[in-house]
């Protein structure tokens, strides 16, 4: 038995003309709000109308690294309200007390010496990698 798998199941459908509902109502919306602008504040809401205009239609067409301008609103308001992990900030500086280096016994009951630690890092280090490798 066949069965039609979608394809193109990004592509939104033009509902309105060549308009997909998305920017229908951003452009419905603006147009509705220039209107009431013209119509209650007269000569000022010719001028006010021309920003509004310029917004709805950006919402409606304007894409930005083929990402929609009201996701990259989203984005921008994410960012800004978003809380930040600064790095760059260092607490002051605290006086520590001198390092306390590992005690000679341990390593002389193992009988390896730094250079001998070194080696076995190193080749520990290069077998995981080449088993990462193999996966």
Known sequence: MEYQVPQFIEVEDKI???????????????????????????????????????????????????????????????????????????DAPVEKAAPVAPPPVAREKLGLSQSKLRDLAWSLDIKDLSAENQQ
Not at 23 to 50: K, M, P, T
Not at 54 to 76: C, H, P, Q, R, T
Request: net charge positive.
């Open 16 to 90: 309105f003309g060549p308009l997909t509902l998305k920017q229908f109502i951003f452009i419905a919306g603006g147009a509705g709000l220039c209107v009431i602008l013209v119509l209650y504040l007269h000569g000022i809401g010719f001028i006010l109308a021309i920003p509004v205009a310029a917004f709805a239609l950006a919402l409606a067409f304007y894409k930005v690294n083929s990402k929609s301008f009201i996701e990259m609103l989203e984005a921008g308001f994410n960012y800004y309200i978003g809380g930040r992990l600064y790095l760059w900030k260092k």
